[in-house]
């Protein structure tokens, strides 16, 4: 799973599989799998357009863009 940043709307998303489409006019075709950060709803996007609107986000930008993760005691 990668974080990736929409580059006109700047929401944060999860990019969680690889998937192919299996409908006849586009058999075959692979494509993205996402959610938005915060929301449990499913996309999904053709794999080339979704890395033309899509940008990944550095490791280091992470706690910045969602937060620290809570230690565990």
Do not use: W
Request: charged share 30%; hydrophobic share 35%.
């Amino acid at each position: 799973m990668a974080l990736f940043r929409n580059k006109k709307n700047g929401n944060i998303y999860f990019a969680l599989d690889n998937v192919t489409n299996a409908t006849n006019a586009q058999d075959d075709q692979e494509m993205i799998l996402y959610r938005p950060v915060k929301s449990e709803r499913l996309f999904c996007r053709e794999r080339d357009e979704f890395h033309q609107k899509f940008e990944s986000v550095k490791a280091d930008d992470i706690v910045k863009l969602l937060g620290p993760v809570g230690q565990e005691i």
